[in-house]
């Protein structure tokens, strides 16, 4: 990514309007979602580098994996859930499959996001 890009994505306006589509107008985020609970959002990830590439992100504002509270038990549930379900219902146990979190400058967009991927990349 280049300097310029993660200069406007990481600022605080940007990344705050960001968090804010999460947070609380999750609906007007322009994705094709594919499941959703209270606190998280899994949808295509609009330029896949894998056959199977879903981002799940969560409707707060978190940065990033360090800012992650340690101690919310339904976070952790719906997300396990969220994750083992797309896992079962979309086939990916038998052929394999990889949760993704990147972090510091290997992190291209400003809220927290896991890939949940499958395949060799493209």
């Not at 300097?3 to 306006?13: A, T």
């Not at 609380?24 to 894998?50: C, G, I, M």
Request: glycine share 4%; net charge positive; charged share 20%.
């Amino acid at each position: 990514m280049s300097d310029l890009k993660r200069k406007i994505l990481y600022s605080k306006m940007v990344s705050g309007l960001i968090s804010f589509l999460f947070a609380h107008a999750d609906k007007l985020v322009p994705v094709n979602r594919l499941r959703e609970t209270q606190s998280w959002l899994a949808f295509t990830h609009p330029n896949p580098a894998y056959p199977v590439h879903i981002l799940i992100v969560p409707k707060r504002k978190i940065t990033n994996w360090m800012e992650l509270p340690q101690n919310d038990p339904v976070l952790y549930a719906e997300f396990v859930a969220l994750t083992q379900g797309m896992i079962k219902d979309f086939c990916l146990e038998a052929a394999g499959y990889r949760l993704i979190v990147n972090g510091g400058i290997h992190q291209d967009f400003p809220h927290l996001h896991i890939h949940l991927v499958a395949g060799d990349a493209i």
